[in-house]
């Protein structure tokens, strides 16, 4: 086996940092090659997501005069986090073993790389990240993520609490991400359905050496909302369960209203009864909506783990 590593880091404006990260993935790299752990022709991949700044030139700098092979893929324009860790996974299969995907920032604590190559030897097909100390982010970015996969816990979503995007994973695993085929990524919500051996590694999350967060408000809100709604159709239920009580307190008040002869306004009863009819036969449709969404995803109905040699 050659186990040649492709690190893939997005980057979107990320010049003050970039030279720093790339010095210290290399060094990285060049004695995990020493210690023959990984292939020498192991590589750096950077996705420069759409930036506007230095970033692609400095990109193309370090492709000629690296210590390690530097490769470099420029989008045409922002197209966002995941579509470029996207992008970085997909030209990685076609020519490494294993993949790892690292924020430019390095706010994932590279020092974890030399171990998740080991939990990788150990025959590992995914190795998780996993921040154990958020201290670094600010109250309100560590407030909301817990809140957010409390959230996605209670509406029976898989996910790893606190792991992003700092992961390895094999080519086997790419191969099977590959299958899904929707154009919404929230790629942390993938990985655990793919089903393989998986193994974590805990780190402190580091703070930014320079530069600020590319992740505004939005972009981090449309990424939350994206994890409930690609992978969750619970909140469809809603009208359902909605117009199902407000059905039932019509009909209560109905009878109390004719048999047991309460004096309710009439108005009152059919504005319960007609509001859960409506929420009801909305939920119907719901219902509806939410399997042909899951239907136009186009996720696999099983993914292959082996096959014996002489079933190809
Ligand atoms: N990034 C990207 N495209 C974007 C926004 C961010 O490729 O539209 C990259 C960014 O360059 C960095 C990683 O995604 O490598 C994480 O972004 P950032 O560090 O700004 O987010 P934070 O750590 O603050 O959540
Ligand atoms: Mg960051």
């Known amino acids: 086996m050659s186990n040649k590593l492709a690190i893939i880091v997005p980057a979107y404006n990320e010049e003050k940092v970039l030279n720093h990260s790339v010095g210290v993935l290399e060094d990285i790299l060049l004695k995990l090659q020493r210690q023959n752990k990984i292939d020498d022709q192991s590589y750096l991949l950077i996705i420069d997501d759409g930036s506007t700044d230095q970033t692609w030139a400095i990109v193309q700098k370090l492709s ?19 579509n470029a860790i996207w992008a970085g996974l997909m030209q990685a299969k076609e020519d490494a073993d294993l993949t790892i995907t690292i ?20 025959g590992n097909q995914i190795v998780y990240g996993v921040r154990n100390n958020r201290d670094s982010d600010s109250f309100f970015k560590r407030e909301s993520a817990n809140m957010f996969y409390k959230l996605m816990n209670l509406l029976g979503v898989k996910i790893i609490p606190n792991h992003a995007d700092f992961r390895l994973m094999t080519v086997k695993a790419v191969n099977l991400l590959s ?23 805990d780190y402190k999350r580091q703070k930014r050496i320079a530069g600020e967060s590319k992740y505004t408000i939005q972009k981090m809100l449309d990424l939350a909302w994206n994890g409930i709604t690609l ?21 209560v008040l109905l009878l109390e209203h004719a048999v047991w002869k309460h004096s309710i306004s009439m108005n009152l009863i059919s504005l319960w009864i007609i ?27 099983y993914l292959v783990a082996e096959r014996t040699d002489n079933n190809e």
């Open 179 to 201: 299958q899904y085929h929707e154009r919404q990524l929230f790629i942390r919500g993938l990985i655990p359905q793919l089903g393989l051996s998986t193994s974590k590694v």
């Open 64 to 82: 000629k005069n690296s210590l390690v092979n530097v490769k470099g893929i420029r989008f045409s324009r922002n197209f966002g986090h995941q």
């Open 103 to 122: 924020d430019a920032d390095l706010q994932d604590d590279s020092k974890m790389i030399p171990k998740m190559v080991d939990q990788y030897l150990a």
């Open 231 to 251: 992978f969750s159709t619970s909140l469809l239920k809603v009208p359902t369960i909605l117009g199902g009580e407000f059905l039932l307190l019509g009909t």
């Open 275 to 301: 509001g859960g009819a409506i929420l009801l036969s909305l939920g119907i449709i719901a219902e509806y909506v939410g399997k042909t969404f899951n239907e136009i995803k186009h996720r696999p109905r």
